[in-house]
């Protein structure tokens, strides 16, 4: 039978990322799968080559409108909806439907910390979808729910856990990232407007308010030992808006515990992560960039010890698009199917 | 008589601001002063024009070469060359000639520092140009000799000094500071190609060993109580490079003393800087951004505390040609002769 | 009499343009003159630093409705509105008030071309606000009226002007600009979201329907011998959208007559515009570039013959926001009051 | 047998381009091709990592010198080399080794405008590598000498073609095409600096002296009927570039022959493109641009006729290093070596 999917929210960009990926995957290439609706709001009744126009094979595809009728008759349904829609979506869906889940709306297990940031009520929690969490894999195999991480979460994490894990660092964790504007997706807001981000750069949601917060604080938590709280770690978080349309680069410190060495932490993370395929960390002496992992499934890290400073401090690059929504989707698709994980999935960047 | 003044690196990004603040300088406008010996390397006898192709008054000044011959019979010489280079030249000019030195060459104090970083001998100490430091303003007036302060530092200071002078964190300080690629300089390095550049951001010299993190302990370590040394300063300072010309905005965090308030924070700012003409604490809600300083002599901040993390953070924006470079030098110039502190300097930035 | 001079439309960029370069005018800063009422639309109520953080000194003034009763009393009024509604504004305006529109509304003779291009009725013809075209300067001393030229029109008129006043070229032009994005205005649209722009070019309102081709038909069919008609003047125009905040670079081609030089042509240049301060012709050998100009009043141009393909080529740079808007708009206040026609206006860009 | 294929010239854009796509074509995937030498200059020696981080899986791949010696023993080489330097390197090429230039050096076929334009003696003629253009993917199949086009030929020609062919405009061409910086590779210039390209659009060698002139010149009069000369097309062309690191969007326009209507275009176009993959006209009012095509090997057109300017306009989109290069090289690679011609190719691009 051929897997029918489903992509709610296919003009925005995380929508028309699944898609990009969609269209190279062996499965939808060999006919094992194909793309059924393609739904948004407004521009419901348009044809997507209107909004997305790179993606050519499905320009003249017609968008429906996001709602159970249309979604019925699909055995995956992505959902790329703005936080806090996703749950109501969802519900509509049959438990046999394999629902991949862009929003935050399901990823945190605490639901006071969900109420506190973002101020509705917790509508549950779903399978994690960052596989390269220790134990985060299993949950995913088959899994017909799945919530995809946050960008800033996925490469902090990612960047952070192996050190916290290994007891090098104590948890009073530093973050600031840099991100390009497709994070913020497809909004109309004068602050995002090519003008005023061409040569520009600038602070937002500073002081402990970013939504991201909350499951940086539970994945690292988690990395902490068996009897350490989660209210241990301690997340200081500043994302900061650079004129660039994709990638993050995150620059993550902790305190270094006594006596680690640099060797100790590259051993950290080459452990970590040996048998990881979308994970690298660099040589020594190359430090991540975003455009090496443009257009790909792949983070890069690095990793310093400042003896100076007492602190540890990594560097990790992302595709806030790919790996850091539309790409971890589609890993995520390929586990809950029990599809190669790699499936559709690069390693390559597109550069310069 | 007529105030004549040399630029040696007339060619650099550095030399050109200060030409662009000269030529609208109101002591060059009505003939006070004027410019003397335009000086480069490898570009001598060739038009500014050629390099410069802003400063249109200038065009057809031809370049001479840096040497003690040209500029000599200068009242003021600008230094804006290669660190390491401003001590032989300096040398050569009079104890009457007002030097102002944009090179790290002499800022610090610690000679031990210099050596550890810059991997030479120490040429000196000079009066540390950031008239906003407590102290540094007297230093200035009158001073023959001026060690113009590094980009980073400019900001790292002003963003962090109040807190830790009132004594609300703690100087355990931890800075990422995003950057324009014009503080690189006009090198010809591969990663500096405009196609390597745009789309992309990357972290560079990560882990203690960027050159300006001395001179942010040195600032620092000044803001500490009395009996303080400089070593409880510590400094984990992390840049990233991220596609835009100009501008560096600076993420400043240090842990938050207990009982500490926003209030007492936003205090700290607007008492430290209730004087200062061009440092700028934002009303509340706004947060710093490049755009809004780019030309201007402006740093812009802003302070929040996050008490989950228990970390204050402050956001700093500045140009780092202007007040991050030129603007200082020409701030400097006119503390040294004598003239308005904000003489040529512009509080307003150029945007969109 | 202080002069109080208002602004329609302070949120938009040719009205934060029109502010930045009336804070650093001598009129201003002498006390000749002063900043009256700044209007808006929707963010009427707030201060306009929330809107133009850049203009620190103006960050606390409270935007006004823009409506008769809050530009009443104002001896200059500058307006800064979306097309089409200059006119009902203007004719609340005693004809004793000086009154710069920046709008198209006034700036065609033709009313056919306007209700061709616009689709409204035509509000009527006001002086035209290009100094540099011949008689047009005398129009503007003293004038009441002004209407500011579109910024395609001031660049594409500069550039060809000469050579088709002096016979070099036939009136077949073809015009490619590129433009950045801020000519767009604040306007929401997808298409001008960051995430869009950068790494993007774009062409737009191609084959003949961009409202400034009547505007640069009126301008260059001047230029033709009296004898001639406006409609032996046959512009293509295409406009390109590229990814930067300011700058219009403009590709101007016309058939050379028969036996013209190069000579020739750098003849006419240098001769039509020996005495302006605005219209730089540069040396041979160097090419305009839209970051030379950037803040400031200048074009840039310079003149190529291309004798295999027979056609005369002229490149034009200009900041469509200075010169190509807001300066210009304090060049014709300078004229209409009577003050040196270059007060306030820089030819220095802002660079790199 | 393993074909085995080299690239000189590895750590340049076009090499990289070439890698790229390489490492996703099926042939490689499944071991009937494989990599071989990777070759460059002054980088032998060194990990191709180092040069193209986003190429992950060659990251430890020591690059080795351009030379016959290690250039030997490979089916397939690639020659993404300066100008001038694929002649040597290709006669040292056995016959029967499948030789794909990037270079210009074989391009043209009238030595005469080679020497012209490249003050060289003309090294000879290969097979062009344009399939879409009429008789061009005959000569393709099963060639063992391809020289690729030039990227602004590309869509030069393929915007203008049919057009041409089909009479509907005189072939008196006018072009300014906007490009992004990795046309100009990784050349080590002060204007190709992110700090000079950012914020910037400028022109260069303007006034017929661009040395693709030749290449257009060759292609657009093959269009022309039989009995026209190529001395009867005239090519003005202007290249602007722009602040992006990718794509070229041309605006191409000729004389439209009286009678001409938008419908006789569009047929032209449909029917010129109906079999080609990587040639899309888009559905009226859609106008091409340069991030739709990016990282693809599509050709994004759209044409319009001015009635009032009397003009065909034709608006083309490429992604300079895809199809404009790397893409190309790997398209005739196919046709030389029997695979499906679009084998490793793609039609969607990367966006935002």
Same mark, same amino acid.
């Given at each position: 039978m051929t897997i029918r999917i489903a992509v709610a929210g296919a003009t925005g960009y995380a929508g028309g990322e699944i898609l990009r990926i969609l269209l190279g995957h062996p499965a939808l290439l060999d006919g094992r799968a194909r793309l059924g609706a393609l739904t948004a709001w407004s521009n419901a009744g348009s044809p997507l080559g209107e909004h997305q126009p790179h993606l050519g094979p499905l320009a003249d595809r017609i968008l429906t409108t996001t709602d159970t009728a249309n979604l019925a008759g699909h055995e995956v349904v992505f959902l790329a909806l703005p936080? $806090?829609?996703?749950g109501a979506v969802a519900q509509a869906l049959g438990p046999d439907v394999t629902v991949i889940d862009c929003g935050a709306d399901f990823r945190l297990a605490d639901a006071a910390a969900w109420s506190r940031f973002y101020g509705t009520a917790h509508a549950g929690t779903w399978p994690? +979808?960052?596989? *390269? /969490?220790? +134990?985060a894999r299993a949950a995913l195999q088959g899994a017909k729910r799945v919530a995809v991480p946050g960008c800033f979460p996925t490469v902090a994490t990612l960047a952070l856990y192996p050190t916290l894990a290994a007891g090098l660092a104590a948890p009073e964790i530093v973050i600031t990232a840099v991100t390009g504007t #497709? +994070? %913020? $997706?497809? #909004? /109309?807001k004068p602050h995002l407007l090519g003008s005023e981000i061409m040569g520009n750069a600038s602070a937002y949601q500073? $002081? $402990?308010?970013?939504?991201?917060i909350p499951e940086i604080v539970q994945n690292l938590g988690s990395? &902490?030992?068996?009897? %350490? %709280?989660? %209210?241990n770690v301690s997340v200081s978080f500043t994302p900061v808006l650079a004129p660039m349309s994709r990638g993050i680069l995150a620059s993550c410190t902790a305190p270094a515990q006594p006596g680690v060495t640099a060797r100790d932490l590259r051993d950290a993370y080459e452990k970590a992560y040996a048998? *990881? &395929?979308?994970?690298t960390l660099l040589p020594e002496g190359r430090w991540p960039q975003t455009a090496a992992v443009l257009g790909s499934n792949s983070v890069h890290l690095q990793v310093a010890l400042d003896e100076a400073a007492g602190r540890v401090t990594v560097i990790g690059a992302v595709d806030n698009l790919a790996k850091g929504t539309g790409g971890a989707a589609v890993q995520c698709l390929n586990l809950a199917l029990g599809w190669p994980e790699d499936a559709g999935l690069s390693t390559i960047g597109v550069a310069p």
């Open positions: 936080h $806090g829609q996703s994690y +979808g960052l596989p *390269e /969490l220790p +134990g #497709s +994070g %913020a $997706g497809r #909004s /109309l500073v $002081g $402990g308010i970013h939504r991201h990395a &902490t030992p068996a009897d %350490a %709280a989660h %209210a048998d *990881e &395929t979308f994970v």
